[in-house]
């Protein structure tokens, strides 16, 4: 995600926005244009929200500011156990080294809940798309 300033005297449009002389402004992409100068190569996009570790059984509450996220399991140990706060929610079973993932296009899952066995450990990453 870099960094560009407009050293020019008219405006120049950077994605879907339009730059202003002298302003600098930070964009998903590489651009390339007459008075625009890239004067960053950072900060660089980020796109894990959240990654964590559950070995006790946890809620793990996806933000608000979400609408599109992608939801990454897997599971380690033992045995474990998500359910999505959905309408249709049922329990996903992991067993040792299960994954699965699930991008969310709308905001279907509010939370993630995980249960674990006394030897089982899930481990969860979620990402902005």
């Known amino acids: 995600m870099p960094t560009y300033r407009n050293e020019s005297k008219s405006v120049i449009k950077v994605g879907s926005k339009n730059i202003m002389?002298?302003?600098?402004?930070?964009?998903?992409?590489?651009?390339?244009?007459?008075?625009?100068?890239?004067?960053?190569?950072?900060?660089?996009?980020?796109?894990?929200?959240?990654?964590?570790?559950i070995s006790n059984g946890g809620i793990i509450i996806i933000p608000l500011r979400l609408s599109r996220f992608a939801i990454h399991l897997y599971a380690e140990g033992d045995t474990v156990t998500f359910k999505f706060s959905s309408e249709h929610s049922v329990p996903l079973h992991l067993y040792a080294g299960g994954r699965w993932n699930i991008r969310c296009y709308e905001r279907t899952v509010n939370d993630v809940r995980v249960e674990t066995s006394v030897n089982g450990r899930g481990y969860i990453t979620l990402e902005e798309i």
């Not at 651009?31 to 964590?52: K, Q, Y």
Request: overall charge negative; aromatic content about 6%; hydrophobic content about 40%.
């Open 21 to 53: 002389p002298g302003e600098t402004a930070e964009s998903m992409t590489w651009h390339e244009a007459s008075g625009l100068v890239r004067i960053a190569d950072t900060p660089m996009f980020n796109p894990v929200i959240l990654s964590d570790v």
